[in-house]
């Protein structure tokens, strides 16, 4: 995919980290939407989804336009969906469902069927993960290893409940255990892109005045210095 860039923005006003584009335009914009909402233009990421989309239904959605590869990512998946809700809640509201009929899982890779776990599954994708670990992070899909889709495509427990929290569903107890303790571990510490992930659910799901939101948001310049730098727009903006 050809990005024809202004500034760190493509053709569709989708934000990116560098001036080359990226493969995260929809995670970036998620970001700008509560940073610097003015930037973005409406239409234009409507543009840009309808041409990253291969089928709602089956939630098929690539994360450039008209470019399979790299396959769609779990930051993707919250960063359209987070996106998308704030421009077009009623579509925002089309594709958190999809996404929940395809049993979470965000794979867009036409020849994929989408089934539900099973423990012989689960169990066949680990071994297989397991296997590969020591591998680049793309062999899983550059190999074809079909059975670990499942898993290796899949939304983590963490993210499913922001989305069900952020679209009215209730969560399960493994689903809140698991987002409180990434949480905690991201509003002390962790790495870079993990930490801004953690501050876009905390924007998204209002829990900037809790305990843990405070800590999150006291650290927001940093955040963004530490992972755009402290020329990029965002963080000469949420610096101001």
């Not at 779990?74 to 594709?95: F, H, Q, W």
């Not at 776990?117 to 074809?144: C, F, G, M, P």
């Not at 929290?165 to 303790?181: C, H, Q, R, S, W």
């Not at 905690?184 to 005045?209: C, N």
Request: hydrophobic fraction near 35%.
């Amino acid at each position: 995919m050809k990005f024809i860039m202004t500034g760190y923005q493509d053709q569709w006003t989708r934000m990116h980290d560098k001036t080359r584009g990226s493969n995260n335009g929809w995670m970036y914009t998620a970001e700008t939407m509560h940073v610097a909402p003015e930037l973005i233009g409406k239409n234009l990421i409507l543009d840009a989804f309808e041409l990253c989309c291969v089928s709602v239904a089956k939630f098929q959605i690539n994360r450039n336009p008209n470019q399979v590869t790299p396959p769609f990512s779990r930051d993707e998946v919250m960063g359209l969906l987070s996106t998308m809700k704030k421009i077009y809640p009623d579509a925002a509201r089309t594709l958190y469902e999809a996404l929940k009929a395809n049993h979470w899982n965000f794979c867009n890779f036409k020849y994929y069927v989408k089934k539900p776990l099973s423990l012989n599954k689960i169990i066949t994708a680990a071994d297989i993960l397991y296997t590969i670990k020591d591998e680049h992070r793309n062999t899983v899909w550059q190999e074809r290893h079909t059975d670990a889709y499942c898993l290796a495509f899949r939304l983590p427990p963490s993210d499913i409940y922001y989305l069900k929290k952020m679209f009215g569903d209730k969560p399960n107890i493994l689903e809140t255990v698991a987002f409180y303790a990434e949480t905690v571990q991201h509003a002390y510490g962790g790495e870079k892109s993990p930490r801004m992930i953690t501050w876009l659910k905390i924007k998204d799901l209002g829990l900037e005045r809790t305990i843990l939101g405070r800590k999150v948001i006291a650290t927001e310049k940093e955040r963004f210095a530490t992972y755009f730098g402290i020329d990029h727009p965002l963080t000469e903006k949420i610096s101001s």
